[in-house]
Each structure stands twice: as C-alpha cells, then as structure tokens.
C-alpha cells in the first residue's frame, strides 16, 4: 500500500510541479519545484484547495474529477498563479490510491514560452495571409480593369451580331460559344475581386429567402441531370442586408460545387434556409448540402484556398469566392463533411433587427425604346475598343453619339452640347467618371448618367442613374438604358 508519506519523498525528485488533490480537489501535498513555481510554502499549499494556484480550475473541478474516475486519467490546459505572471501549464492528472483513499496525483509542465511562440507563429501567419491577400487583390484589381475592358469588345459585338437575322445557323452558333466563354472569362475575375474582397457592391435591404425561390429553378437547372435537387426556404420573415448578385452568387458557387461532389451515380443537393440564434443575436443560414463523395482530411484545411481544386478541370476559385463574398457581407461560412458520405456547407449572414418588410418594386417598367433617334449620347472612355463598340451598339438604335477620350474632354463636351444620356467609364486619365459626375449634374441636371467600369471600388458623394459592369452584352446595355431613360429617378440601394 502506497503511504502519502512515501509519495511526498519521491516528489522532491520529480523535476515538474507536482499536485496530490483529494477528489474533492483539496490539495494534500506539493513538491518544491511547484512551491517554489508559485511562490509560497508547501505547507501553506498543503490543506489549500486546487483554486489557489489554478483558479480556472475551480469551477471545472468536478467535470476533471468525473473524468479521471471515468477514464482513469485526463489532460487539461490550465493557468496558474505565479509571482512572475500567469503561467500556462499542461497539466495531468491520473487516479491512485493512497492510505487506503482514492486520491489524484498530477504533473504540470509549463509550456508558457510554447504558447506564445505558437500565438506569435499564427499572428505573423495571419499578417502574411493578409498582406498575399492585399497583393492578389491589386493584381485582381488591375487584371479586372483591362481585361473587362478588352471583354466589352468580345461579348457586346458576339450578343449583338447574333441579332442579324441573315446569319446561318452554324455562325450564329459560333457566336454562341464565343459569347458564353466571354461570360465564363468575366465570371473568373469577378470571382478573383470577391476572393480578395474588392470591388464596387451595392446593398439592399430584401427577403433572403424570396431570393433564394426566385433563383430556385435556375439552380435546379445547373446541376447534373442524375441529381436530385429540393429548395426548402423555411427562415420566416427577416430581411438581410446584401448585395442581391453577390448572394446569388454564393448560391450558384455553393451549387456548383455540390454538383461536382456526387458520384457517378448521381445524388441528392439540398437546399435550406433557416433563421437560428448565435453570438447574441438572430442570423440567417442557408446550407447546402450534398450525399456526394465529401471532402478528405487533407483536402479539407485548402477548401477556401483559391485555385485549389481536385478536380483538373476546374479552376478553384468557386469556394474562394464563396468565402470572400460571404466576409464582405458580415457573415461566417463553414463546411462539415464526411469523406463518402458528402458534405454541408453552411452560411450565416446577419439579420436586420426589426427590419422593415421586403417588399417588390411598385414600379411599373414601360416598354422597350425600340428607337433612340432623338436621344443624344455621350461617351467617355480612355479605351478606344470600349467607345468604338458601344457607339456601334448605339447608332444601331438611331442614336446621336459623341465620344470623349477622357473626363477632361468630356466636361469639355457637356459645356458645348446638350445630352440626353452621358455614358462616362469610372476610371480614365486625370478626371474619372466620378469626378466628372458632379459637373454633368450641375451643367445638365436632365441628363441621365451611366457609369461603367471592368473594375472600381470608388463611391462618389453624388451616384449616377446605373452602374453597368464591364463587359456587359448587347442586351445588358440596352436594357440598363431603356431604365435610366424610362423610369423616374430613384433612390438606389446603399454602395459599400
């Protein structure tokens, strides 16, 4: 039989802090080198109860205690009180019997200089992850200007030939293709800025879940044609504040991404949403989910890296956008998958306390202008493909164009003609669409303005009738036009 004697003997040769507790958690004895680790003497230790030195201990005391009953030992990190400062220590505690009683011996051992080594590492992570994120992003903003800019030219002139009834069939299908790789080579870049957080968005206040059964039938549409896809909106009545096109977005990815997950033959996708209470307050969560192959344990920690991916022919940059958009909006997203049993990825964005209703836009849209023979245009773009395409796309309405090689010579036209409409590019040499803005409202407060860029981040005090995005397709130009000039001004959403 052990005696608490015996063991008070050997501890002065154990060269780690050393605890005999009652289960109780009162302290029977302390070797020296834990005396002297918390500066006081063992018999003022002795009798004491496991909250003097370890006062995170106190009121966990009991669950340890069940646990090594149960277990027969257990492992906590825990801080101690020390003269120096708090220490961390790893402690460990195992059951014995000693004087015919039950009772608890433990070691702790101080990783104190580990921790802050590892909270040292992470934090220099998390500024290099921050600073690759701002590069990616300049580099995504500069890859976004011109290359939109050189798109506009591919997809507007591909969409708007396709109106040319003369053409055969099998150009209009070239067209076709040449269109939709124009569409797939915006949709990358758009997913590269909402990677690294940049780019111009505009939020509203709207019903979530009346998006997502808007977009529901669509979604559906994407998947492969062996899955089985259900949209069940159930979050009730709340409204978010968002950039509607980023959330469908993180929809489409999301779905995407599900797809690509099922096996061979074929699968289920789940879609829902729901209202849940976390960190205090109400937080709409949408989830979806598949029965696919999941995600492996080491693909698992590189899901949201961009241009990770394992499938070869993707590009990796569905999930980072997802995750982009979703730390721009004020939310979290997280994944929960078991390898060949699928995966559940979940977001969480904020809802509006006491939010007003969403309601749909009272405005009736008229017709389209099919005609725009009376309306003179202005257009002012630093890129020459940008204003030779768009002034085609124009006069083959009938319009009366003028273009502008930059903001200087565009304030300069504004003072010399009237305008019906000035379409101005956000970024030119010298003055930008946005510094142009404010004098087209003084000089020609009746004139409707359209501002269009492949890339911008900037929000002037005064905002245009539109905003078109770079590169846009025939149809999307003519549209944002009929508006502007159709439907009375009012006040937009709020720009981030």
């Given at each position: 039989?052990?005696?608490?004697?015996?063991?008070?003997?050997?501890?002065?040769?154990?060269?780690?802090?050393?605890?005999?507790?009652?289960?109780?958690?009162?302290?029977?004895?302390?070797?020296?080198?834990?005396?002297?680790?918390?500066?006081?003497?063992?018999?003022?230790?002795?009798?004491?109860?496991?909250?003097?030195?370890?006062?995170?201990?106190?009121?966990?005391?009991?669950?340890?205690?069940?646990?090594?009953?149960?277990?027969?030992?257990?492992?906590?990190?825990?801080?101690?009180?020390?003269?120096?400062?708090?220490?961390?220590?790893?402690?460990?505690?195992?059951?014995?019997?000693?004087?015919?009683?039950?009772?608890?011996?433990?070691?702790?051992?101080?990783?104190?200089?580990?921790?802050?080594?590892?909270?040292?590492?992470?934090?220099?992570?998390?500024?290099?992850?921050?600073?690759?994120?701002?590069?990616?992003?300049?580099?995504?903003?500069?890859?976004?200007?011109?290359?939109?800019?050189?798109?506009?030219?591919?997809?507007?002139?591909?969409?708007?030939?396709?109106?040319?009834?003369?053409?055969?069939?099998?150009?209009?299908?070239?067209?076709?293709?040449?269109?939709?790789?124009?569409?797939?080579?915006?949709?990358?870049?758009?997913?590269?800025?909402?990677?690294?957080?940049?780019?111009?968005?505009?939020?509203?206040?709207?019903?979530?879940?009346?998006?997502?059964?808007?977009?529901?039938?669509?979604?559906?549409?994407?998947?492969?044609?062996?899955?089985?896809?259900?949209?069940?909106?159930?979050?009730?009545?709340?409204?978010?504040?968002?950039?509607?096109?980023?959330?469908?977005?993180?929809?489409?990815?999301?779905?995407?991404?599900?797809?690509?997950?099922?096996?061979?033959?074929?699968?289920?996708?789940?879609?829902?949403?729901?209202?849940?209470?976390?960190?205090?307050?109400?937080?709409?969560?949408?989830?979806?989910?598949?029965?696919?192959?999941?995600?492996?344990?080491?693909?698992?920690?590189?899901?949201?890296?961009?241009?990770?991916?394992?499938?070869?022919?993707?590009?990796?940059?569905g999930l980072s956008a997802v995750q982009g958009i979703v730390r721009r909006l004020g939310g979290?997203?997280?994944?929960?998958?078991?390898?060949?049993?699928?995966?559940?990825?979940?977001?969480?964005?904020?809802?509006?306390?006491?939010?007003?209703?969403?309601?749909?836009?009272?405005?009736?849209?008229?017709?389209?202008?099919?005609?725009?023979?009376?309306?003179?245009?202005?257009?002012?773009?630093?890129?020459?493909?940008?204003?030779?395409?768009?002034?085609?796309?124009?006069?083959?309405?009938?319009?009366?164009?003028?273009?502008?090689?930059?903001?200087?010579?565009?304030?300069?036209?504004?003072?010399?003609?009237?305008?019906?409409?000035?379409?101005?590019?956000?970024?030119?040499?010298?003055?930008?669409?946005?510094?142009?803005?404010?004098?087209?409202?003084?000089?020609?407060?009746?004139?409707?303005?359209?501002?269009?860029?492949?890339?911008?981040?900037?929000?002037?005090?005064?905002?245009?009738?539109?905003?078109?995005?770079?590169?846009?397709?025939?149809?999307?130009?003519?549209?944002?036009?009929?508006?502007?000039?159709?439907?009375?001004?009012?006040?937009?959403?709020?720009?981030?």
């Open positions: 039989m052990t005696s608490l004697a015996g063991i008070a003997i050997e501890f002065h040769r154990v060269p780690v802090a050393a605890v005999i507790y009652e289960l109780d958690g009162s302290i029977l004895a302390v070797n020296p080198t834990m005396s002297a680790l918390v500066g006081a003497d063992t018999g003022v230790l002795s009798g004491s109860h496991v909250g003097n030195p370890t006062p995170d201990m106190r009121m966990s005391w009991p669950e340890i205690a069940a646990a090594i009953r149960a277990h027969g030992e257990a492992t906590r990190e825990i801080t101690l009180t020390t003269p120096t400062g708090p220490r961390i220590m790893q402690w460990l505690g195992w059951i014995a019997e000693v004087d015919t009683r039950p009772v608890i011996i433990a070691l702790a051992i101080d990783v104190t200089a580990r921790k802050h080594a590892e909270a040292r590492a992470a934090h220099e992570e998390q500024q290099a992850a921050k600073q690759r994120l701002e590069s990616l992003g300049l580099v995504a903003g500069g890859i976004a200007h011109d290359f939109n800019n050189l798109l506009v030219g591919v997809l507007a002139e591909a969409s708007a030939t396709q109106e040319d009834r003369s053409l055969s069939e099998s150009a209009r299908e070239s067209l076709q293709q040449i269109e939709a790789a124009a569409k797939r080579m915006a949709q990358l870049t758009r997913q590269l800025l909402a990677y690294a957080g940049r780019g111009r968005f505009v939020t509203a206040i709207f019903d979530p879940d009346t998006l997502l059964r808007e977009v529901g039938e669509s979604l559906v549409r994407q998947v492969r044609e062996d899955a089985f896809v259900s949209v069940e909106p159930a979050a009730g009545e709340l409204v978010i504040e968002a950039d509607p096109s980023l959330l469908r977005q993180v929809l489409t990815n999301l779905v995407a991404n599900a797809s690509d997950a099922l096996t061979d033959a074929g699968g289920r996708i789940a879609i829902t949403s729901r209202m849940i209470m976390t960190r205090d307050r109400p937080w709409w969560q949408l989830e979806v989910a598949d029965d696919g192959v999941g995600i492996s344990a080491e693909a698992l920690p590189r899901v949201f890296d961009p241009f990770f991916s394992t499938k070869q022919e993707r590009h990796g940059l979290e997203i997280e994944v929960d998958t078991t390898p060949g049993k699928g995966t559940r990825f979940r977001v969480q964005l904020p809802v509006v306390p006491g939010g007003p209703p969403a309601r749909r836009p009272t405005t009736q849209r008229m017709s389209k202008i099919e005609l725009l023979r009376e309306v003179r245009v202005l257009i002012a773009d630093d890129e020459p493909a940008v204003r030779t395409t768009v002034r085609r796309l124009l006069e083959r309405r009938g319009a009366n164009v003028v273009m502008a090689v930059d903001g200087a010579e565009a304030e300069l036209r504004l003072a010399e003609q009237r305008f019906d409409l000035v379409i101005l590019d956000v970024t030119m040499p010298g003055r930008g669409g946005y510094e142009v803005l404010p004098t087209c409202r003084a000089v020609q407060p009746e004139a409707r303005v359209i501002l269009m860029s492949g890339y911008t981040e900037r929000i002037g005090e005064i905002e245009p009738d539109a905003f078109l995005e770079k590169p846009f397709t025939a149809k999307t130009l003519d549209q944002t036009i009929d508006e502007v000039l159709l439907v009375p001004r009012a006040l937009a959403g709020h720009p981030k």
